[in-house]
């Protein structure tokens, strides 16, 4: 299996951005959809996007379209979430995950792969 290892998270004020990374060993990535995901205290993991291996084709969760970007590096074996326009709900620890078959999941459960996240707090 693919090991991911996010990095970017932070403190930033509402309205800021911030961008995450998410670095891959032991595989190439460009065999693999990739999503990224967060979960805030005491609720669910929830999708945020998803990108395909080669990412000409994305998804978003309606909270984040039109303020977040994912994007993926295959050379450089990395993922990407530009975040712009970060508000207060955004706040969570994020997570990117892999996976080994057709992209398009939002399920976490559909995912092989999984970094141990980075924390985003935005204040108000």
């Known amino acids: 299996q693919v090991q991911l290892v996010e990095s970017g998270g932070g403190l930033v004020q509402a309205g800021g951005s911030l961008r995450l990374s998410c670095a891959a060993s032991?595989?190439?990535?460009?065999?693999?959809?990739m999503g990224w995901f967060r979960q805030a205290p005491g609720k669910e993991r929830e999708f945020v996007a998803t990108?395909?291996?080669?990412?000409?084709?994305?998804n978003y969760a309606d909270s984040v379209k039109g303020r977040f970007t994912i994007y993926r590096d295959n050379a450089k074996n990395t993922m990407y979430l530009q975040m712009n326009s970060l508000k207060p709900e955004d706040t969570a620890d994020y997570y990117c995950?892999?996976?080994?078959?057709?992209?398009?999941?939002?399920?976490?459960?559909?995912?092989?792969?999984w970094g141990q996240g980075t924390q985003v707090t935005v204040s108000s």
């Open positions: 032991g595989r190439t990535i460009s065999s693999y959809a």
């Open positions: 995950a892999a996976r080994s078959r057709v992209w398009g999941a939002t399920n976490p459960r559909d995912y092989d792969s």
């Open positions: 990108i395909n291996w080669s990412g000409s084709n994305t």
